[in-house]
């Protein structure tokens, strides 16, 4: 079930600024994983964290594994219409618990 | 490498009956593991299958069950179905350690009418 607290719930931007999201929780997780759902699609993994501090890019996304173990951060820059869907983040423990947010849904305007 | 496929891809049922959701992992993974997804609860965990064993379970009453063959493919089966369990299934894998990344299939839009 969920135990992540994702924010914000959803996002109205306009073509070509920045968006920012991010999870928190009350336990540690070993593994941070940023996904992006389309409608009426599986979720499609964009980024995995493995280290306290790590930050990460993938094109114009870039996230970060909270130093505290407990959070972690997703940022796009440059939005784009095509960039439009659900972002969940997911935490992992070593005993194979995985753990998702609730999503961020995200729409840009052109 | 071909992703996570999962068969049917939408299938309309009616309460009362039964349905078998069917994934094929990415080859080489042993993990299988199935949610549910609605847009009120989000991504809801029923369970995860290792080398043909039911290794976690969610939080789901015993009409939903699964089972893992020797080539790691995965059943998914919901007995007696209800209006509530209208929602998308999703498969995902992954080799089946700690920390490993999980991919996902497309996923089952099951409607129960």
């Known amino acids: 079930g969920q135990q992540l607290n994702q924010s914000p719930q959803s996002m109205f931007i306009q073509e070509g600024e920045d968006v920012s999201m991010n999870c928190t929780s009350s336990?540690?997780?070993?593994?941070w994983l940023w996904y992006k759902q389309d409608p009426g699609e599986g979720p499609v993994l964009l980024i995995a964290l493995y280290k306290a501090g790590e930050l990460t890019s993938n094109g114009r996304l870039t996230a970060q594994f909270g130093i505290t173990r407990k959070d972690s951060f997703l940022n796009i820059s440059a939005s784009i219409p095509s960039d439009v869907g659900i972002y969940f983040c997911a935490g992992q423990r070593n005993n194979n618990d995985m753990r998702f947010g609730a999503g961020t849904r995200l729409t840009v305007k052109p | 490498k071909a992703g996570v496929t999962q068969t049917p891809r939408y299938l309309i049922k009616t309460r009362g009956q039964q349905v078998t959701l069917s994934c094929s992992p990415i080859s080489g993974h042993r993990s299988v593991s199935w949610y549910q997804q609605t847009p009120g609860q989000g991504l809801q965990f029923l369970f995860e299958?290792?080398?043909?064993?039911?290794?976690n379970k969610g939080n789901f009453p015993g009409r939903f069950s699964g089972r893992q063959f020797s080539n790691s493919r995965s059943e998914m089966n919901v007995s007696t179905l209800e209006l509530g369990d209208s929602a998308l299934y999703l498969c995902?894998?992954?080799?089946?350690?700690?920390?490993?990344?999980?991919?996902f299939g497309s996923g089952t839009q099951l409607s129960v009418l």
């Open positions: 995902a894998s992954r080799p089946g350690q700690p920390n490993e990344k999980l991919f």
């Open positions: 336990s540690i997780f070993n593994t």
């Open positions: 299958y290792f080398s043909e064993t039911q290794r």
